[in-house]
């Protein structure tokens, strides 16, 4: 295991400070490293998961590396009193993830998304980054994982010799799977959810102008309502009210 990252805590979440950047800096040190640790995008709505004892649990692992993202993270940061402590997006740390490993070899195995999802985000992303190497794909079927199933899903990703795997089942499924996993897949694990759909095409990802402004999950309310209200609105109400409650104070 690589050494120990200093934590903050923003409404009782931990997470580090990184921006897209010293996170890719950080996870290939662990591709280097064979380090299997778990990177969790942590956002307002990771305060409702907490209530859940396995996602809570992966919180507060050391094998966890908790990303800032979403605009409630980083201001909750700085309302606190921790000043600026970036944002890594999940989407845009897939993004830049991929142009980094088209130019130096490194090898994806993506996991999870609908039927079709995982075939259609690789060829996506090696047609905008040529020369990314995708070792392999794999798109279970929706709702829990048996353990005999796990380990074809862990045998499958080894074997292809991938560098990293990105994970993209809902959460807290996709972290609470990584974290029990992750020391026989021996790499990295990093959980994007929903990046699958978006960076394969399948659904619209919000205009440049409105990621910039931090308002992504409003475009993902107005596309979405009916799934995603209670997220985005019942969530960010949890966010707020820990947030007056934990402050800077881990749960």
């Known amino acids: 295991m690589s050494g120990q990252l200093q934590r903050l805590s923003v409404a009782g979440l931990p997470v580090i400070r990184a921006d897209v950047g010293s996170a890719l800096n950080l996870l290939w040190s662990d591709v280097a490293g064979r380090c299997p640790r778990v990177y969790v995008l942590v956002n307002g709505h990771s305060a409702t998961l907490r209530r859940q004892p396995t996602y809570a649990a992966v919180l507060r692992s050391e094998a966890a590396v908790p990303l800032p993202d979403g605009v409630p993270m980083t201001l909750g940061a700085w309302l606190t009193g921790q000043g600026r402590i970036g944002r890594c997006p999940g989407p845009d740390f897939f993004e830049a993830s991929?142009?980094?490993?088209?130019?130096?070899?490194?090898?994806?195995?993506?996991?999870?998304?609908?039927?079709?999802?995982?075939?259609?985000?690789?060829?996506?992303?090696?047609?905008?980054?040529?020369?990314?190497?995708?070792?392999?794909?794999?798109?279970?079927?929706?709702?829990?994982?048996?353990?005999?199933?796990?380990?074809?899903?862990?045998?499958?990703?080894?074997?292809?010799?991938?560098d990293i795997v990105w994970l993209g089942v809902s959460a807290p499924k996709q972290e609470v799977w990584a974290l029990r996993w992750r020391k026989e897949l021996g790499r990295p694990v990093v959980c994007v959810g929903a990046a699958f759909d978006s960076l394969s095409g399948r659904k619209p990802r919000a205009p440049a102008w409105m990621r910039r402004a931090g308002l992504e999950w409003l475009f993902r309310l107005a596309s979405e309502p009916g799934r995603l209200w209670k997220r985005y609105l019942v969530g960010n109400a949890v966010f707020l009210a820990d947030l007056v409650h934990y402050g800077r104070r881990l749960a």
């Open 98 to 162: 991929a142009e980094r490993a088209a130019g130096d070899g490194t090898s994806f195995f993506l996991l999870g998304g609908g039927p079709g999802v995982a075939d259609e985000l690789a060829r996506a992303l090696s047609g905008r980054h040529p020369g990314l190497s995708i070792a392999g794909t794999a798109a279970p079927p929706f709702g829990e994982w048996a353990d005999a199933q796990s380990r074809d899903l862990v045998l499958a990703a080894r074997s292809s010799g991938a």
